[in-house]
Structure formats: C-alpha cells, structure tokens
C-alpha cells in the first residue's frame, strides 16, 4: 500500500472538487470534536508527485521504485501505535487515579479492617475491590514500562530506519500490532471496571469515566481493528517458529520459544518461591513458549486436512488460539520487561512496591492461565492453589500503598478533572458543589406534576 495526499476542495470556495463526494459522519459513541468524514471519488487523478516518497517513487513513465527496504511501510504504523499506546497507557493512569483514590474514600457495609476504628469499611479493604481494581493497576505500570522501552526503540528507529535489520523490523512490527490491541483492550476493559468499582458515582458524568469510557473505545477500533491486530502478530509467531525449525536464531521478543525447551516442571514448593524472578521467569517462558508451539503446531498440522484445503480456511480453524497466543506473546514481553527492570535496580527506592506490583502483574496472568499449565503438567495442584493464595495476599499487600501508586502518576486535578477523584479526597464536597446549582422546582412541575397531583384518583 502507498500513500498519497489527495486535494479534496477548492481552496477558495472549500466546494469539493470536480469528482470527489465528501461528507460528515454525524454523531457517534464519543469524540464528538473530531469531525470523522466519508469520501467518494469518481475518475479522480492524483498526480505522482502527491505520493509521500520517503520509503518508494513512481517515475514520470509509471514505473515504480522502491528505494529502501519493503518492510519500511512498516515504519509509519510503528510510531503511531507506539504513540497511541503510550496515549492509552495515560488514559489508564486517570481512570485508576479516580477510582483507586475514591475507593479509598468510600466507606460501605460493616467494618472488616480491624485496624480501622471507623463502624464502616473503606470500598478499596474489601478483597473483592482489590481483585477488581488492583490487578489494572498493576497493568498500568507493567504497561508503563513497556511503553518507555518501545518509545526508546522507536525513537532509534526513527534516527536509524536504514540500518535497522530486516529480522528487527519484523519483530518491532509483528509484538506493535498485537500490543496495540492487548493494551487499548486492557484499558478500555479497566476504565468499565474502575466506573463499577465507584458505584452510582461511577455513573455520573461529573466523576469523568463515562466520557473516557465513550472517548476510549474507538481505539480499539481505529488504528488497526484489535482482533486483527493480534492475528498479525500471531502470523508473525508462525513465521518465528518455522525459522525456529530451519534451524533460524530468533529474535529477542520470541526467545521463549527456546528457553521453553528445557523447561518440564515447575519448582516452586512455597509462597515464597513466587517472589522469586527465576521462578517467575522459567513460568513465563514455559506458558508462552508451549502455547504458542502447540498453537502452530496445530496450526502446519492442518495442511494435510482435505475439509480445509486453503491456508485461509485452516488459519479460520485456529484463530481463537492464534489470537490467545498473540495475548500471551504481549503479555510475556510486558511481564519480562517489568522483571528485568526491577533486576537492574533502576529504582531501587521503591523496589519492594514495584515488586509486589510485579508479582500481582505475573500471577495474575499465570491463575488465569493455570488451565494450560495445569494440562501441560507444568504446574501441579497444590501450586495453582499457591497462586491464587499468593494473588490475594498481593493484592493486600499493593492496596497499602494503592493511594500513593496513583498519586505517583502525577497527574493534576486539571487532568483527571473528576468529581471525585481530586487529590484532597473531599470526594463529598467536590461532587455536591458540581450538583448543588441543579435545586429548585423542576421546569416540568406545572404542566405535568401539578395536574397529575391535582387530578381525579384513578381509583375513585
Ligand atoms: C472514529 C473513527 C475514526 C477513524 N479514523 C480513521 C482515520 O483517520 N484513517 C483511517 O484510515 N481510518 C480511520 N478509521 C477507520 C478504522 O481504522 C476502521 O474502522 C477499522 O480499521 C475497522 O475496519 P472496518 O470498519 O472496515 O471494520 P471491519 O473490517 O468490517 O471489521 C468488523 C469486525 O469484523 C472483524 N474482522 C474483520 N476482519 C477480520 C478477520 N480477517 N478475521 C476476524 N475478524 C475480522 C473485526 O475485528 C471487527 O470486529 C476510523 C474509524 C473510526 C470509528
């Protein structure tokens, strides 16, 4: 595909030229500012010099000329899916900043802390708060971190673009798309989940997720629809386990795919052993290097089927798994990263909350998962049960420090511009003075109120 810029309307009169049919879309689920249009063209030539030329030309006799790598087309999507998770990553920073901050507020039902002195219990000390809320937060840092290291590699993509090897390319490329999806997922997936966490409040507009809730969703639209986003990536993880089998080095995001091939069974014997990284990581190299074998496994085993006979209808016959390898593709390289951060002691302050929100990030992932690793013999029964003890008690663990994990986004009340999740707490105060104007008899009392109170009992 080549890009070109097309003129649409006369300068002067901003008429649509001769050919072209343009239109408003009208109103849609959010993002009503941004005026989304429909184009028709008929006969419309687009002169060659209007081709955005970076990558590939046309000659004045039509010939076309590539000038660097075919794979530079890449380059475009890459930034901007870079710039649009980092973008996604900030939304999930404001929908946790007000639902964590007014959940720690929030008093409902009997007292289960007992060292809180208060007859009611704050929203954010009941278990099943923290399972709900917790686990995004610690997406949000896991993804935080994510985001910086890409920024990073775009950034040296940008500055060494014709340098850059084909095989890097292709794997910068193949994990954008599928983080693309599985972060804007994720997010959109939290901010319903930080709205029910507020109850009622979460409803109004004034507390904020509605209107990022309505805003958020395109996203895992445009951009590159999500579901076939992660099929490109899944379709990258293919073409890597092929190479794997030509005998190919891999590169660095698929290296679980090697590492995988000693791992049998999992050594942790206690709670303690999953605060362990080695541990942590052989289970991570394990759940994503046997799924996605056995998913393209599945898939080049298809090739003789004579019900499927084209490598269309045989990539249909697997894309559910194909698309949850594509997940845990992302999910490893998310969890992985956040690991080695911690282990080069970058910030070493804050070491013992960044690790329990680690440790939250990865067994959250591996319960989840536990069917497969269960199946796989990888991880016995009483080790699933330890997981899932573990997550709770990590979750207990990272909502001590829940306030000050948000407030460290630093994100100004300007930005999260929410009733109730301002950075003094006074969730009450705020929420009445943003309401208080709208008192008085209601505009409709006379004509349909009066005459129903008025009127004859429908009884008599
Ligand atoms: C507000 C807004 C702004 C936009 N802005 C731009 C813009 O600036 N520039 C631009 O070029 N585009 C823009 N788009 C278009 C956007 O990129 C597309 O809508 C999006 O890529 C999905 O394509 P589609 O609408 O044709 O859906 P379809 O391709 O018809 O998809 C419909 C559904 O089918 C599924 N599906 C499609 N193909 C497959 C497959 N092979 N396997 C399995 N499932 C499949 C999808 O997951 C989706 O759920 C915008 C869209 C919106 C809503």
Redesign the pocket.
Known sequence: VQTFVVQLRDLDTHLPLPGVRVGD?GK?MG?QG?D?GWIQFDHVRVPRAHMLRRFASVARDGTFTRTHKAQMAYAALIGTRGKLVTLSVGILKRALTIAVRYCGVRRQGEQVNPADPHTETKLLDYQSHQIRLLPALAKAYAYHFQTSYIEKLIEKFDQQADDISEELLADIHGTMAGFKAFCTWDVQAAIEQCRQSCGGNGYSSYTGLEELLANFS?IV????????MA?QTANYLVRCVERQRRGETLAGSVQYLDKCRALTAWRVRSANDLSDPVQLLEALDFYAGKQVLRTVDKYLSLEGDKSLPTPQSRW?AC?VELIEIARVHVFYNAATRFIEMLQSGEAAQLTPALSALCRLYVLNELKLGSSFLLQAGFMSPAQAQLVHDELLSTCALVRLDAVALVDSFNLSDFVVNSTIGAADGDVYTNMLREVAPRTGVAPYFATAIKPMLEGESLDE
Do not use: A, M
């Not at 639209?221 to 076939?228: A, L």
């Open positions: 879309l849609k993002l941004v989304n395109v639209t445009f951009e590159g629809d999500n579901t076939v099929l249909n894309q």
